[in-house]
């Protein structure tokens, strides 16, 4: 039998064990953001300020329709994870068959929505008319590979269920240099916004195909054999019970996202710009958030199978503490640097440059309270979902899309950029709040009990 690649994460001080998971998984992640932002760096640079403006308006539409599957493959992976903990080998397989199933189903209704809804949504969102046809070219070329992407989230997660996040960052290694020269090479010849999307779309295919190779080299819990090809109603419940509730978490934070954004369209180019280039250097500090939440979400449900549930509050608190450090160092970054992280997207001979920086500076003091509340998302939401909770983080989510709608509804009858800026740290604080109350009420009255027993 071939050498596993496998990581029990069910014995051992947490500490090392999140670090562990999370370092890799946060380089994959911050590999992911960097050829987001050189895809805006690029097209800001060679193809001037609207192009990027199109980019930002269009990002928010692909993140809807996709974020919420993808988070529903991760779903999927905690089953998997729980069959690890619990050393369930033909579990493990089956489970597998299973998601692949299901993760085809929800891609092939995904093109449906999407390919119907992204032009109606363009206008819904307030999209300016001189950056319509390049957002619409920009978003139905990323739609074509969604295949791609559920594919290689399905891959990743499994993956990373045997408590093993280094492979899925070594692919996200030699897709991402593929990425950066496929963005050069094709916006230079083509000279579109869609270009950058076509270099997404191809290295997406090529991490698909790497994804396959390393399971079937590294991980041989993961070959499906004839005996596991039977589809099981009980696995795919089991799949649905927390897939489904982290598919709406997904779709309702981008659904927020998207609404705050036809907020933002209503103040110009510079504003959508400005805001766009901001969020793409946020998003490498939400990569480090979320790196720590995907730790969680493996080191529960691997304890979770092994019948070991006490060992998951000393993870959330080892999860807190490492999440509060990042946002405290990035929040620093953000006060001294933010004109720096502006430039880099357009140069400083850019026509909208200026503005740009302006509002990026005035922004920042909105945004810097919210990273203090924001890191503690990711540990309490994947920690609520491994737990059986999962309504709590549907709910908050659902929060999250009333507070950016009232904000963004107050922003355009108001014609308040107060309100745009606003709106992300309260939407933020207003959605950790249940997330703690639920979790604290967990503790107290379902785990600290059975710890208490356990020790008598």
């Known amino acids: 039998m071939k050498r596993s690649a496998t990581h029990d994460m069910t014995t051992g001080n947490a500490f090392p064990l999140l670090i562990g998971f999370a370092i890799p998984h946060f380089m994959g992640l911050l590999l992911q953001q960097l050829y987001g932002i050189m895809d805006s760096v690029v097209v800001g640079r060679m193809l001037g300020a609207d192009a990027l403006a199109a980019v930002g308006t269009s990002t928010f539409i692909y993140n809807m329709l996709v974020m919420g599957a993808g988070s529903a493959m991760n779903g999927f992976s905690t089953i998997i994870a729980r069959r690890v903990g619990a050393k369930d080998q033909e579990g493990i397989r089956q489970t597998f068959y299973v998601a692949l199933i299901m993760m085809f189903c929800i891609t092939a209704a995904l093109y449906i929505i999407a390919f119907s809804a992204y032009r109606p949504l363009l206008n819904i969102m307030n999209t300016p008319e001189e950056l319509m046809a390049d957002a619409a070219g920009y978003i139905s070329v990323f739609l074509s590979g969604i295949v791609f992407l559920m594919l290689y989230n399905l891959l990743a997660g499994a993956i990373r269920a045997m408590g093993n996040s280094k492979i899925p960052f070594y692919i996200l290694i030699a897709t991402s240099f593929c990425n950066v020269i496929l963005n050069f090479v094709l916006i230079y010849f083509m000279r579109t916004v869609a270009a950058a999307a076509w270099a997404t ?163 920042r003091y909105f945004l810097i309270p919210g990273f203090m509340v924001v890191c503690l998302i990711e540990p309490y939401r994947n920690t609520l979902n491994s737990i059986g909770l999962s309504i709590v983080p549907v709910l908050a989510c659902g929060q999250e899309l009333i507070t950016r709608s009232l904000f963004a509804y107050l922003a355009g009858k108001y014609q308040s950029i107060n309100m745009i800026c606003v709106a992300e740290s309260a939407t933020w604080i207003l959605a950790t709040i249940p997330l703690i109350v639920a979790y604290v009420w967990w503790y107290h009255k379902k785990l600290k009990p059975k710890m208490a027993e356990k020790t008598a």
């Open 201 to 363: 779309v191809i290295c997406q295919a090529i991490s698909c195909v790497l994804g396959i190779i390393v399971i079937w080299k590294k991980f041989p819990e993961l070959h499906i054999k004839k005996e596991n090809r039977k589809f099981s109603s009980a696995i795919a419940k089991a799949c649905l019970k927390i897939g489904l509730p982290m598919f709406m978490q997904g779709a309702l934070i981008t659904g927020g996202g998207m609404i705050g954004q036809s907020a933002r369209n209503l103040f110009g180019t510079a504003v959508i710009a400005s805001f766009s280039a901001v969020s793409r250097c946020n998003s490498i500090m939400f990569g480090a958030f979320a790196s720590v939440g995907a730790a969680m979400l493996t080191y529960c449900n691997q304890n979770i199978g092994a019948g070991k549930p006490e060992r998951i509050h000393s993870g959330i608190k080892k999860a807190l503490a490492m999440n509060i450090v990042s946002a405290a160092v990035y929040s620093l970054l953000m006060f001294f640097f933010v004109k720096w992280f502006i430039l880099l997207f357009v140069g400083g001979d850019s026509a909208h440059a200026e503005e740009m920086v302006a509002f990026a500076e005035y922004y």
